[in-house]
């Protein structure tokens, strides 16, 4: 058992399962979107990013790729939560906490293909 595959797997998994809390509820209710949960997926999906780095394979560039773009939605949607509540104190309204859970769901599916992938890769590891 490769135990670096082990973590990169679970900070991937991690990631797809913190990402689809803050998803799950109403749209545009920001009283179902919990800042703090935002926040750590995008730490989670940073590790799992960093952790990425330096593998030469094909498939370990396409787990980049996706990682990258789960990373670029969720800072976009930290960004427009900032700037909501704390630049232009409009506060969360149903307008953007519906943006800032449309760019969290770009990054679930960015993560829901990189566990995908990862099932893939395990399948054709041979013994």
């Known amino acids: 058992m490769n135990l670096e595959k082990v973590v990169f797997s679970f900070f991937m998994i991690l990631a797809l399962t913190l990402n689809f809390g803050f998803f799950v509820g ?3 209710n ?17 590790v799992a990013t960093i952790m990425k780095f330096g593998d030469r394979s094909q498939l370990g560039a396409m787990l980049l790729a996706t990682s ?4 670029v939605q969720l800072i976009s949607a930290s ?19 519906s943006t800032i859970v449309s760019l969290s769901g770009g990054a679930m ?19």
């Open 109 to 127: 599916l960015a993560n829901i293909i990189s566990v995908i992938l990862l099932m893939i890769e395990a399948a054709m590891l041979r013994r």
């Open 79 to 97: 960004i427009v939560w900032t700037v909501a509540v704390h630049v232009q104190e409009t506060g969360l309204t149903p307008a953007v906490m």
């Open 68 to 71: 990258l773009v789960a990373v």
């Open 26 to 28: 109403e749209v545009d």
């Open 30 to 46: 920001p009283d179902h979107h919990n800042v703090y949960e935002l926040y750590a997926v995008l730490v989670v999906n940073l």
